[in-house]
T-cell receptor, first 112, second 117 residues
């Protein structure tokens, strides 16, 4: 069955360092992959979308890579700040369906 | 980016009552909206896909008679939890899809916290 795994439930890093979050998937051939940020008690906020034919996408301090051979996406936050603390979700379009399938998320804490 | 609103943000009700949650796309037209449910420390679980002017498509295990969805216009979808019970207490989130240059993006509402006593 189709599966998405975000390998760390929680990740703590020091302010200023680069946070790297991982999303692995199996039994999928997604056309694109998305990353979202979710704060407690709030809905997810869209951050970045990367298509299957793109290797890397950047937006300000964010960088996403997409390796369809490894079936993996990496999400990087450079020069991390305490305000970056949140849960980050990766999501894939479900095969043959018009909707997204979400990973369980990684809760990032940036320590001042 | 696109804005999706939800109302109410929080509701407490007695067991057996029905609760309606509204989801609106404020600055774009959404032919498709989605309803998710999220339990504490878990990911979003898709409940149903709502298409404007037609019946919603429910995910396996979601009772369509209990979770009534109406998508009457391109900017409004409603979810009614009928005869709510304590186990229906959860965080309900709607989202709407908007097509941009890079492909489909999904924008989420702020969520509705439902507590059934």
């Amino acid at each position: 069955s189709q599966k998405i795994e975000q390998n760390s439930e929680a990740l703590n890093i020091q302010e200023g360092k680069t946070a790297t979050l991982t999303c692995n998937y199996t039994n999928y051939s997604p056309a694109y992959l998305q990353w979202y940020r979710q704060d407690p008690g709030r809905g997810p906020v869209f951050l970045l979308l990367i298509r299957e034919n793109e290797k890397e996408k950047r937006k300000e301090r964010l960088k996403v890579t997409f390796d369809t051979t490894l079936k993996q996406s990496l999400f990087h936050i450079t020069a991390s700040q305490p305000a970056d603390s949140a849960t980050y979700l990766c999501a894939l379009d479900r095969t043959g369906a018009n909707n997204l399938f979400f990973g369980t998320g990684t809760r990032l804490t940036v320590i001042p | 980016g696109a804005v999706v609103s939800q109302h109410p943000s929080r509701v407490i009700c007695k067991s057996g009552t029905s609760v309606k949650i509204e989801c609106r796309s404020l600055d774009f037209q959404a032919t498709t909206m989605f309803w998710y449910r999220q339990f504490p420390k878990q990911s979003l679980m898709l409940m149903a896909t709502s298409n404007e002017g037609s019946k919603a498509t429910y995910e396996q295990g979601v009772e369509k008679d209990k979770f009534l969805i109406n998508h009457a216009s391109l900017t409004l979808s409603t979810l009614t939890v009928t005869s709510a019970h304590p186990e229906d207490s959860s965080f309900y989130i709607c989202s709407a899809r908007d097509r941009g240059l890079a492909g489909w993006s999904q924008y989420f509402g702020p969520g509705t916290r439902l507590l059934v006593l």
